[in-house]
């Protein structure tokens, strides 16, 4: 999904290794996000009625939904190791991104955690 010549596949070698280490997680999350959901579209194009009664049809469509669920979650989680001042001041897709998110961090949490109050 993103180019190669994207920031996050062209890592300074500048960077504190926590900076590179946080940067290339998100990275990796969204192409894991973008490669789980674009999977997902071509199961779902794929099923029909009479392979809903199967149920291991519906697994590989769980999983890829459930891969990027969590993918954007760990996007989620990584973007907010950057505090708001420098350049993230000046995005406003920031604080967008986040609140936009935050009913999908809740499910996954509740998902993932069964039994504990999210």
Same mark, same amino acid.
């Given at each position: 999904?993103?180019?190669?010549?994207s920031?996050?596949?062209?890592?300074?070698?500048?960077?504190?290794?926590?900076?590179?280490?946080? #940067? =290339?997680?998100?990275?990796?999350?969204?192409? !894991?996000?973008? *490669?789980?959901?674009?999977r997902?579209?071509?199961?779902?194009? +794929?099923?029909?009625?009479?392979?809903l009664?199967?149920?291991?049809?519906?697994?590989?469509?769980y #999983? =890829?939904?459930?891969?990027?669920?969590?993918? !954007?979650?760990? *996007?989620?989680?990584?973007?907010?190791?950057?505090?708001?001042? +420098?350049?993230?001041?000046?995005?406003e897709?920031?604080?967008?991104f986040?609140?936009s998110?935050e009913?999908?961090?809740?499910?996954?949490?509740v998902?993932d955690?069964?039994?504990?109050?999210?």
């Amino acid at each position: 999904m993103l180019d190669e010549l994207s920031p996050l596949k062209q890592l300074p070698s500048m960077l504190a290794p926590h900076q590179a280490l946080v #940067l =290339d997680g998100m990275n990796h999350a969204v192409d !894991i996000a973008y *490669f789980s959901y674009k999977r997902l579209q071509t199961t779902l194009h +794929g099923i029909n009625t009479e392979i809903l009664e199967q149920q291991d049809a519906l697994t590989p469509a769980y #999983l =890829d939904a459930w891969a990027s669920v969590d993918a !954007i979650d760990r *996007f989620r989680a990584l973007l907010s190791h950057f505090p708001k001042g +420098g350049i993230l001041s000046r995005v406003e897709a920031h604080d967008t991104f986040l609140s936009s998110t935050e009913d999908l961090r809740v499910l996954r949490n509740v998902a993932d955690h069964v039994g504990v109050v999210a």
